[in-house]
């Protein structure tokens, strides 16, 4: 159980365009999501925290108007990189928290999106 | 603000060595702590986790992990590595009981070459 799945797994687009990311939670509900930026070689960078039914949390540094996120239900989140440039070109990870019991929220992630930017 | 660092960026071993990678967090209060894996082409996957109690954690595949609280370190470790285990390895932490604030802080991660 606890799977949470990526679409696209990999996208190539022009710059100036725009590219929605979909995560899903299969076998359980999640409300709350969260994304993550991966550089070559380097950690992971929380982006957001995605809560369902409101409005996301960004971490400094993370452009809102850039990175648009809706969690419209319990088992999706989509991310949307507006307007995308080459310096965008990343790998995206989301997670899903799921309630494991004694109160422990676990994060289960997904595959990532690799996204590149001509 | 919190931290993790991970010392090892690039381990090479041959099977049956032990392992045993660094990590170091900078926070004061009550944390968290995560060993996730990344094997090649797959998702991240947990490995093991501390909230309380034992110091010493297991995990899955043979792995064990031990906090220090005193030196703020919660080292990964294998007594015997295998090809498989060929993978990165990211230390994680995050704050309050049980996860409450699920904002995971990443170290740069450990990449593990296991030669046969």
């Known amino acids: 159980g606890a799977v949470v799945s990526q679409h696209p797994s990999r996208v190539i687009c022009k710059s100036g365009t725009s590219v929605k990311i979909e995560c899903r939670s299969l076998?359980?509900?999640?409300?709350?999501m969260f994304w993550y930026r991966q550089f070559p070689k380097q950690s992971l960078m929380l982006m957001a925290t995605?809560?369902?039914?409101?409005?996301?949390?960004?971490e400094q540094g993370v452009e809102k108007d850039k990175f648009l996120i809706n969690h419209a239900s319990l088992t999706l989140s989509t991310l949307t990189v507006t307007s995308a440039h080459p310096e965008d070109s990343s790998f995206y990870i989301c997670?899903?928290?799921?309630?494991?019991?004694?109160?422990?929220?676990?994060?289960?992630f997904g595959p990532g999106t690799r996204l590149t930017v001509l | 603000a919190q931290s993790v660092s991970q010392h090892n960026h690039h381990v090479i071993l041959s099977e049956a060595a032990s392992l045993e990678l660094g990590c170091n967090y900078s926070y004061g209060g009550t944390v968290n702590l995560f060993w996730y894996v990344q094997y090649p082409g797959q998702h991240l996957q947990l490995l093991l986790k501390?909230?309380?109690?034992?110091?010493l954690v297991k995990g899955i595949k043979g792995f064990e992990a031990e906090f220090i609280k005193s030196k703020f370190s919660f080292n990964l470790r294998k007594p015997s590595v295998q090809w498989s285990d060929t993978a990165e390895y990211f230390c994680a932490v995050n704050a309050g009981y049980g996860g409450a604030t699920n904002k995971l802080i990443f170290g740069t991660g450990t990449l593990l070459a296991v030669q046969p």
């Open positions: 076998d359980f509900q999640a409300t709350t």
């Open positions: 997670s899903a928290r799921a309630l494991r019991g004694r109160g422990y929220n676990e994060q289960f």
């Open positions: 501390y909230f309380s109690g034992d110091p």
């Open positions: 995605s809560n369902e039914g409101s409005k996301a949390t960004y």
